[in-house]
Every structure is written in structure tokens, then in C-alpha cells.
């Protein structure tokens, strides 16, 4: 039995969860309201992993979670895969009608609550059709579909997900009302264990690197050392390291499994020069297709 936390039921986290365990039968799930107490729960050993989105198609990288990853925990990264990230507005379609009852009237809506990357997601849609609601940020898009359920006619309306909304007994007000129709969201499995459920081809390594302060250029020679070798890098981003003003890290994705000659040599290049490396996992990584 692999025990799994994640964010609450009815999230997009909790969908994307279940899609990679998908016929897993000795699998249990631990809700939690806070990033937090998912991270926490698997560091207290009460959970075998933690799911957690790192990286959105729109919003780009989730800053809060990477930080968690580099600055409070040290779980190694087990598996990544991507979802889509479909959101709706949820309410309740009787606080809307007017007269008629055919329409929906969005002008009733005084406020919007959801996660902060999903709202982020749907700009354009609230901009357009509530210019003059409020924006409320909550932990998750389960949270606020509860929210929006235990405050009946406050003139509230949530964005999160159809399971959410099934869940809690509200109606979808509008479907499909992110800005861009491929937004996914990518997942990171954390967790002591490596994840041998499901293989695929493709390998990635993640590492930080900290460059010497005093060392000009030392940057270039990191990138260099894979260039030559061409080791392929999907995702390079600079963090600060919060230990002082203007000091950063280089959190770099490597298309390359550390089993492979090449990518272990030019990590020993780049700790020649002075860098610090750390790992932060080597996992399989599967696209939503793949799992399906």
C-alpha cells in the first residue's frame, strides 16, 4: 500500500494524482488543505510521496512549491507528468437568474475566490465578464468550491473543477474558461522511493547549481559544460538564495539520466570550476498521453 498526500479532494492536483496512479489498487490518499502539510506529511513519514504542481503553461513556474523543494524539505523528485489544467466557474446557477430564468446574470457575482495560479489562468474570462468582481486567493480550487457551498446568496462564485463542483453539489456557471486552451500543469511526485510503477523513455535529471562569486563568466562554463556534450537542458530559472541581496541559484533540467557517461563528467566540470551541484532527482517523465 503506497499512502500519497496532495492537496483537497476535487483539485486539479487530486485529478492529476489519480491519472498517474490510474489501476493502482494499493493506493491511499491524504488530503490536505496547505502545500505545507502535503510536503510535511511525507517528511513526518505519514505519506509515502507528495504530489506537487511545480509548473503551469500560463503562470509559469509555481515559486512558492519550488522553494519548498530547494529551501524546506529534501525530498528527491520520483516522477513528473503533466495534466490539463481545465477550469470552470462554479456557483449556483438559482442566485444568478433573473426573471426569466434563462440567463445567467455574472454581474451578481461580487466576488471570485480560487488558487492564486488558477485565477491567474483565467484572467481574460473574469476580466470580460465580471470586470467588478473581487479576486480572492484561497490554498486550492477545492477549497474555494467549499467556500463558495457554506455561504449561500453572499454573492460568491468559485473557479475549479467539474469533480469539485459535483462534490459539493453546485452547477458549473461556465465551463472550459481559461485564457488558453493547452494549458497543462506539471506535476512533480516527491518522496524517498524511487517510482518504478510505470516506466517511460524519457529520463530527466534536476539539479541546483551555485555559481563562485568570484568567478566572472562562470555561468557560460556551467552551460559549456553541456553544450560541448550536447546535453540537452529543458528548463533553466534563477532563485534567489536568501541569503543575501543579488545571490542566486540556477535551478537547470537535464534531458539525461545520471546513469548515462556524459552527464556525471560534465557535473564534475562544473563543480571544477567552483559551482556547488546538488541533485535533486533523477525520474521518469511521462506526458498526459502516456498515461492514458
Known amino acids: 500500500m503506497k499512502t500519497i498526500a496532495l492537496l483537497p479532494a476535487g483539485s486539479v492536483s487530486d485529478e492529476a494524482a489519480k491519472h498517474l496512479f490510474a489501476g493502482e489498487n494499493q493506493v491511499e490518499w491524504k488530503h490536505h488543505r496547505l502545500i505545507a502539510d502535503v510536503f510535511l506529511s511525507t517528511v513526518n513519514g505519514i505519506s509515502d510521496y507528495s504530489v506537487i504542481p511545480i509548473e503551469n503553461t500560463i503562470e509559469g513556474s509555481v515559486s512558492l512549491h519550488m522553494d519548498w523543494l530547494v529551501h524546506e524539505v529534501d525530498l528527491p523528485m520520483q516522477a513528473e507528468w503533466v495534466y490539463p489544467s481545465i477550469q470552470n466557474l462554479i456557483g449556483r446557477k438559482s442566485e444568478l437568474q433573473g426573471d426569466t430564468g434563462a440567463t445567467l446574470d455574472f454581474s451578481r457575482i461580487k466576488k471570485v475566490i480560487s488558487h492564486p495560479v488558477a485565477m ?173
Not at 269 to 291: D, K
Open 120 to 292: 491567474a489562468q483565467c484572467l481574460q474570462f473574469l476580466r470580460t465578464s465580471m470586470p467588478n468582481a473581487e479576486m480572492e486567493h484561497v490554498s486550492s480550487t477545492a477549497e474555494a468550491v467549499r467556500i463558495v457551498r457554506d455561504h449561500p446568496g453572499e454573492g460568491i462564485a468559485a473557479i475549479g473543477t467539474r469533480i469539485a463542483a459535483a462534490n459539493n453539489g453546485l452547477d458549473l456557471l461556465a465551463t472550459e474558461i481559461t485564457d488558453h486552451d493547452n494549458n497543462y500543469t506539471r506535476f512533480m511526485l516527491v518522496g524517498k522511493e524511487p517510482y518504478a510503477a510505470r516506466k517511460s523513455d524519457r529520463i530527466k535529471t534536476s539539479i541546483l547549481v551555485t555559481l563562485p562569486e568570484d568567478f566572472p563568466g562562470a555561468l557560460h562554463q556551467v552551460l559549456s559544460a553541456f553544450a560541448w556534450r550536447r546535453i540537452n537542458l529543458s528548463r533553466i530559472e534563477s532563485r534567489p538564495t536568501k541569503k543575501k541581496l543579488g545571490s542566486y541559484y540556477f535551478y537547470i533540467e537535464i534531458e539525461m539520466s545520471l546513469d548515462s557517461v556524459l552527464l556525471p563528467a560534465a557535473l564534475q566540470e562544473i563543480e571544477a570550476i567552483g559551482c556547488s551541484i546538488r541533485i535533486l532527482g533523477c525520474y521518469p517523465s511521462f506526458t498526459y498521453e502516456q498515461l492514458l
